[in-house]
């Protein structure tokens, strides 16, 4: 082997991180040690910097650098990685390094030389390749391994952490695949719950990556750590403590599982490491039989010396408090709320409130207080309401709110209103106090919105009454089915959306490969090179100026919209550059005038009940499509306030009082406030707080996330039950699309498997030929994009992104909720380490 491009990990130390970078320096370390590793060589961060100096690199993208270009760096990066020659001295070193190591499959891991340090692990930042086969494969990823160290992600890691990343070079660690019955990671000191007398374990069948990148839900085992009367001795390693299991999390009670004396062992393995390296570790391993090969240990990077904040203990709820949050918050809120997100919170809870009192209810004046309060919230719970006589006037409050035109009152009054406040304005040229005041008068100005909208939404109420008729009619077990035909085929804002996005599409496809291919390729910079692309781009700025409001997870000022990062946006154009069929509600129509007619047809024994039911059908579907307007031009209200939060943020950071614009969120309103009239405390301080405060987040979106998915680990056998949202059956082969970012991984055809969707995620269901979800209800913004597209829809399936695998051949029954697991999912996926 070459001493200066290839290293055997036999060779190397943790003082190496320079040529090996911190996988292979810690790997090696592991090794010294006398653990088992499996063997294999490192691609030095040497043989990396000759190859890009070669390619010329750092002059290509060091301008993109300068101004934060991280999409058009990470372009030019991929483009030159994937079609620049090869230097002969490192292909030949990596072709003779793979036959001397004689494995017929490796795995092919990233390791920067910033990576694995105390203070930031880069989890996740770079990439990781499993089950590759012979050396041209081997040296593709590579290339890709390389390339990894540019990725917008990785980019934007680093500099939020202040990393030179002209400073950062990256070597590639090649092993042996471990054929494993068991893999995953363990955390000496339980990061969750901050608890130095605990670690975490979490495991399942096969290879690690899978629960590592989060792909997979693995079993949970809870670890005490005890301490020992003496010391004792393992290879020369001093440990004074044991463990032992303490509980365990099955997710599926069917599933192997390893023994417990494997999970003690790796457990004291565990305790070996930390009191090695000096600091609690997270270890990646998998079990071969009886033997532990470790494949990663790297610092805990989520401990810090802060302990986290009190939380509020969790919430009570009773069996209809449970169904209301599964059915409004698992969806619009997928994830936890930050602390700075309470101030948009300001807008919507007075308003709710408001709507409790309106129905006839009583909201105690102290529980209001607290909710307004609160700066960490487990779910987003509404204070318990006290009925009183007054709901006794409930139906009649229904009744005169369906006759009620709120669309005429939006319109005229309401919408001119929110565009007033949130007018454009050169935000920079106001001083803190306007910027303030322009808050708070979008603040006050919704707030007084949403409580009349709230109001009309009543009327939605009548759903409840209509449904006796239609359980007459067709009975109980197709009520169901019936009611969503009869409020489907409804045109909304979010329908205009779709299709204007539909029509930027087939303009791209039209306009030619100077437009079409950087959407394509996923290089949107691209277009600023041509006439036709700039012209295109202009085009994006109209639809971005029209709809770029639209948010994404929830209404969140911590969640950005398009206009903010228009990522998704594209990711949808170019799923949507090869579908040539618009939008079309026709089928959810014919639906909904079949549906009509049955029910109709079977209630005329009755005189006057079918006109009765169809005009008070026809109010119902008239307040839906309100709702859906409202909601839609809502948004610009938490758009614009995250365009305040913004310029706030930038300008802590410019004085020196915020370590990261990015940190803003980790603050409450009343220190924004403090902090912008001078009362900023010094910048030491400022990081412990965001560190103490990025600390309890991570247990609050833990717990959150945990409560999202109590149902997932009761799912076994082959079928899945859910909600049906949108009637019809389809089988197909599942798509697991995780976030907005993942978009273009939808294919016309494929069934679209995800946890959530909100309005930002529907045009999706011009492509896909079904939808199944984690979360969500009949009333859902996907339930009804669904049913206007006549997509069979399961929303609500617990454990659906678990159970389901990616290329899975599925049957989705809208009609019944249910889908049935069906043929083995297709191979060729890339995991990411």
Same mark, same amino acid.
């Given at each position: ?56 690199? /750092?002059? *290509?993208?060091?301008? $993109? =650098?300068? %101004? #934060? ?7 030019? @990066?991929? +483009?030159? !990685? ?76 680093? /500099?939020? *952490?202040?990393?030179? $990343? =002209?400073? %950062? #070079? ?7 695949? @471990?054929? +494993?019955? !068991? ?651």
């Amino acid at each position: 082997m070459s001493v200066t491009l290839i290293h055997r990990l036999s060779s190397l130390s943790r003082a190496d991180l320079a040529t090996a970078g911190g996988k292979g320096a810690n790997l090696g370390e592991l090794m010294r040690l006398g653990l088992s590793v499996p063997p294999g060589f490192v691609v030095s961060a040497r043989a990396y910097a000759e190859q890009a100096r070669e390619w010329g690199l /750092a002059e *290509r993208i060091s301008a $993109h =650098l300068a %101004v #934060n270009r991280w999409e058009a760096a990470a372009s030019e @990066v991929a +483009a030159l !990685f994937e079609k620049g020659e090869m230097l002969p001295t490192i292909e030949s070193a990596v072709r003779d390094a793979h036959r001397e190591l004689g494995a017929s499959r490796v795995a092919v891991r990233s390791s920067a030389t910033a990576e694995d340090l105390a203070d930031a692990s880069f989890a996740g930042q770079h990439e990781t390749f499993l089950d590759v086969a012979g050396e041209d494969d081997l040296l593709l990823a590579l290339r890709r391994c390389w390339a990894s160290l540019w990725s917008p992600r990785a980019l934007r890691y680093r /500099a939020a *952490r202040h990393i030179d $990343h =002209l400073e %950062v #070079n990256i070597a590639v660690v090649v092993q042996r695949m @471990v054929p +494993a019955d !068991f893999a995953g990671v363990l955390f000496t000191v339980d990061p969750v719950v901050q608890r130095a007398d605990r670690m975490l374990l979490e495991l399942a069948p096969g290879l690690g990556e899978a629960v590592v990148s989060g792909h997979t839900t693995g079993d949970v085992y809870r670890l005490r750590r005890e301490p020992l009367a003496g010391p004792t001795g393992s290879g020369g390693e001093d440990v004074a403590e044991d463990v032992a299991i303490e509980d365990r999390d099955r997710r599926e009670a069917s599933r192997p599982a390893p023994s417990d004396a494997m999970v003690l062992a790796l457990a004291r393995l565990g305790l070996r490491l930390e009191n090695h390296f000096g600091c609690p570790q997270d270890v990646e391993f998998a079990f071969e039989g009886s033997t532990i090969h470790l494949l990663q240990s790297r610092p805990i990077t989520t401990l810090y010396e802060a302990e986290i904040e009190p939380l509020p203990p969790s919430p009570k709820l009773n069996r209809m408090q449970q169904r209301m949050v599964a059915a409004n918050d698992d969806d619009r809120f997928p994830v936890a709320p930050k602390p700075l997100d309470q101030w948009g919170f300001r807008m919507v809870i007075p308003a709710l409130i408001h709507t409790m009192r309106f129905l006839g209810a009583e909201v105690d004046a102290t529980e209001e207080r607290a909710m307004l309060d609160q700066v960490w919230r487990e779910m987003l719970v509404m204070p318990q309401p006290h009925p009183t006589l007054r709901l006794l006037g409930l139906p009649g409050k229904v009744a005169a709110s369906l006759r009620h035109d709120w669309m005429a009152w939006w319109e005229a009054e309401a919408f001119k209103r929110i565009q007033e406040a949130c007018a454009r304005v050169d935000i920079r040229a106001l001083d803190d106090a306007a910027l303030l005041g322009r808050a708070d008068r979008i603040v006050q100005v919704t707030t007084e919105v949403l409580s009349k909208r709230f109001e009309g939404i009543v009327s939605q109420l009548a759903a409840v009454a209509l449904r006796i008729p239609v359980t007459v009619a067709v009975g109980r077990k197709r009520a169901g089915t019936v009611m969503g035909d009869l409020v489907s085929g409804l045109h909304t804002r979010t329908s205009d959306v779709n299709l204007a996005l539909f029509q930027l599409a087939r303009r791209a496809a039209s306009a030619g490969p100077d437009v079409s291919r950087p959407i394509r390729e996923g290089r949107p910079e691209d277009l600023r090179a041509s006439v036709v692309g700039r012209a295109y781009l202009a085009e994006v700025e109209a639809f971005l100026d029209e709809h770029g409001h639209r948010e994404t997870t929830g209404f969140y000022l911590s969640a950005p919209t398009w206009r903010q990062d228009p990522t998704p946006m594209w990711a949808l154009l170019r799923g949507l550059l090869d579908t040539t069929e618009p939008p079309s509600e026709e089928a959810s129509l014919k639906r909904y005038r079949a549906a009509l007619e049955e029910v109709t047809h079977k209630l005329r024994f009755v005189p006057g009940l079918p006109g009765s039911f169809e005009r008070t059908l026809e109010q119902l579907r008239k307040a839906i499509i309100y709702r859906e307007r409202s909601h839609f031009d809502l948004a610009r209200s938490f758009s614009a306030m995250q365009a305040v939060v913004a310029d706030i943020a930038r300008r802590l950071h410019e004085r020196g009082q915020l370590p990261t614009p990015d940190d803003i969120f980790y603050l409450t309103e009343a220190e924004v406030r403090a902090w912008l009239r001078g009362s900023a405390p010094p910048l030491d301080e400022v990081k412990r707080l965001v560190r103490r405060r990025r600390a309890t987040y991570g247990v609050v979106n833990g717990r959150w996330q945990k409560r999202a998915f109590q149902n997932a680990a009761s799912a076994s056998g082959n079928e899945l039950r859910g909600t049906g949202a949108s009637s019809g059956v389809v089988r197909g082969m599942a798509r697991i699309v995780r976030s907005e970012h993942e978009f273009e991984r939808l294919k016309a055809g494929e069934i679209l498997v995800c946890r959530y969707t909100n309005p930002s995620w529907t045009p999706l269901f011009n492509l896909a030929a079904g939808v199944v979800t984690d979360v969500g209800g009949a009333a859902s913004h996907a339930a009804i994009v669904a049913r206007e597209y006549g997509v069979p829809a399961v929303l609500g399936a617990a454990g659906a992104t678990t159970r389901i695998v990616d290329g899975q051949e599925i049957l989705v029954d809208g009609t019944e909720g249910r889908v049935t697991l069906l043929g083995p999912a297709a191979t060729g996926e890339v995991d990411h380490g």
